[in-house]
């Protein structure tokens, strides 16, 4: 009841002070603040301090840290650990009990050894698991997230984590949660320098979605039919050579329909693990 009262408390304050872009998640005495502004984030981590010091709490110091890793940060060390020095596969049978070890394994794998063979193998083998299953009984948006971490920490494997996502968002069981967590995704990656390639797998994932994703890349936007788009500089040609380039051929647009939203594996992975 106390601790209830501290969070009505809390959000008053943090009202007062024009902070309202942040999300607290609290169990019994143990609380998770995400923010997208480090700033804010230790303007709200000061005021709860402030807040619980008025009802005589206070916050143990060598258990607060900060940190800009969602996925990691929300699990014990030492089972992470226990996770990452196992074994993954037995033959062809993995040793883990969920979809979901199976890929902090990976993910885990993917900081020490980033755009590694070992991380495209085994992402291979995730992709082609998850792609003969009729049905997901895992947490669709937990599996994604993991995966979408993958992916940031290793630009080698954008294909085979995209199609991975095509995959896990189709489990979705209604077209407005498909093309909200596409737009999450995109919103995501768009944090990343140099994401041509990456909003290129995206959009073939996405395009026959009514939900603008806010690609950036000209050859998206070629694909888009949005008018004038610049792939290169061409202003010291002259304009009898630009004025009727066939740029907007360069996307074969009866294949371009054709495709669906699920990106088969033998797109993205030329070997057969």
């Known amino acids: 009841m106390v601790l209830g009262y501290s969070d009505l408390l809390l959000y008053e304050e943090l009202q007062r002070i024009g902070i309202a872009d942040y999300k607290i998640l609290r169990y019994r005495d143990d609380y998770r603040i995400f923010s997208n502004s480090k700033e804010e984030l230790e303007k709200i981590a000061m005021t709860l301090q402030t807040t619980l010091a008025k009802l005589n709490f206070q916050l143990n110091s060598s258990k607060t840290k900060l940190s800009e890793d969602i996925i990691e940060s929300s699990i014990k060390a030492d089972k992470l650990f226990y996770i990452a020095n196992l074994p993954i596969y037995k033959g062809e049978e993995t040793v883990f009990n969920t979809l979901q070890q199976e890929l902090l394994y990976i993910l885990r794998l993917s900081k020490q050894y980033p755009n590694s063979g070992t991380i495209s193998k085994l992402l291979t083998i995730f992709l082609k698991r998850i792609s003969t299953k009729e049905h997901l009984l895992e947490n669709v948006g937990v599996l994604s997230a993991i995966v979408v971490e993958i992916a940031m920490n290793s630009p080698k494997v954008y294909s085979l984590t995209v199609s991975i996502i095509s995959n896990l968002i189709s ?94 594996i033998d797109e993205v992975s030329i070997f057969d693990y």
């Open 171 to 264: 489990h979705l069981d209604t077209t407005e949660k498909r093309e909200g967590m596409a737009k999450n995704i995109c919103n995501k990656f768009s944090r990343l320098p140099n994401i041509g390639y990456l909003q290129l797998w995206m959009q073939r994932i996405t395009f026959q979605m009514h939900t603008s994703m806010g690609y950036t890349e000209p050859l998206c936007e070629i694909v888009e039919n949005k008018p004038n788009v610049q792939i290169w500089n061409n202003e010291w040609l002259k304009d009898e050579y630009t004025a009727e380039f066939p740029l907007y051929t360069m996307c074969t647009n009866w294949l371009r329909d054709t495709f669906t939203p699920i990106i088969n």
